[in-house]
């Protein structure tokens, strides 16, 4: 969390940022995939006063040691589990149409949420499969919703809060959930049983979903978190879920887009935490991107505040 002070029209005032600001590490540094450089990574961010939460991945017993270590030597931060990577990567879908594959996945998942809940994370964050196509999604919508009902139920007993989050379908990762009003629909079915779900939107994908951080005011009573970075448009137009630094070539959004979703935020009277998802291209140091991303935070919100001051 951090405080700006602005001055306008002969105002003059200091004001706390509204919510808590995350930053997912295992984006931020990469290496943390392999289990590499985690109690670096993790004493960097920790002893940065910028940041109050770390989203971190499913790391093995020994490097969470090794956070556990690095948060004792600075300072404790709050820590969310991303299991993005298990559907992305390991390919686990909760949202498949074959029965056995779709139960593999929530077994997974709520294997991890045994394991969060031990290590004191009460708040775990995946997403949707793979869109299947127009004459499956149907379909597909039903399976995760029922994996999600698994899921969240088993999450309440052990006091953990599940995410999901949105993904483009048409340009890079091409998941099922996809476009906000969808989401909604998928969020509205799980809370009528269960309290202990929300969604995250991230800014990156924005530009991928055509959406826009003023679409956010039709789930503000399902939005649980948000995520900050850019959309990386290749010179031969497409667009990539790359997360590139702000303002390296091709990234999309920048201190405008910021500003614009801190306004949608405050309007719709969000509660939840704003992280950085945001990822070093060749060359670059990690540690750049994530002080770049805390500039371009720094600057909206300013001018956000000389707005509001007039």
């Not at 509204?18 to 109690?39: C, T």
């Not at 940041?51 to 490097?63: G, H, K, T, Y």
Request: overall charge negative.
């Amino acid at each position: 969390m951090f405080i700006a002070h602005v001055r306008k029209k002969g105002l003059e005032g200091s004001f706390k940022f509204p919510w808590k600001v995350s930053i997912v590490a295992f984006m931020a540094n990469p290496k943390l995939f392999k289990a590499e450089e985690v109690g670096e990574t993790v004493r960097f961010l920790a002893s940065d006063p910028f940041f109050d939460m770390l989203e971190i991945n499913n790391l093995p017993d020994e490097a969470w040691r090794e956070v556990e270590e690095a948060l004792a030597s600075t300072r404790r931060v709050e820590v969310a589990l991303g299991l993005q990577p298990m559907v992305l990567i390991e390919k686990k879908d909760p949202c498949a149409l074959d029965e056995k594959a779709r139960a593999e996945a929530v077994a997974e998942l709520k294997r991890w949420i045994d394991i969060a809940a031990r290590r004191g994370i009460d708040k775990v964050a995946f997403c949707s499969g793979p869109d299947p196509g127009p004459e499956n999604r149907e379909a597909a919508k039903d399976a995760l919703i029922k994996s999600l009902k698994e899921v969240v139920a088993y999450a309440k007993e052990r006091d953990v809060f599940v995410i999901l989050e949105t993904f483009d379908r048409d340009h890079d990762k091409r998941l099922l959930i996809g476009p906000i009003d969808e989401a909604v629909e998928v969020a509205r079915e799980v809370r009528e049983e269960y309290d202990n779900f929300g969604l995250m939107w991230d800014l990156s994908h924005a530009p991928m979903l055509n959406e826009k951080p003023s679409d956010l005011a039709r789930a503000k009573e399902y939005l649980a978190h948000i995520h900050v970075g850019c959309t990386k448009k290749l010179p031969d137009g497409s667009l990539k879920d790359w997360h590139p630094g702000f303002y390296r070539p091709g990234a999309l959004n920048g201190v405008e887009e910021v500003k614009e979703l801190i306004k949608a935020l405050l309007d719709i009277g969000y509660k939840g935490a704003v992280g950085f998802e945001v990822k070093p291209e060749e060359g670059q140091d990690w540690r750049e991107v994530v002080q770049a991303a805390k500039g371009v935070l720094y600057t909206a919100y300013c001018k956000f505040l000389e707005e509001v001051l007039g």
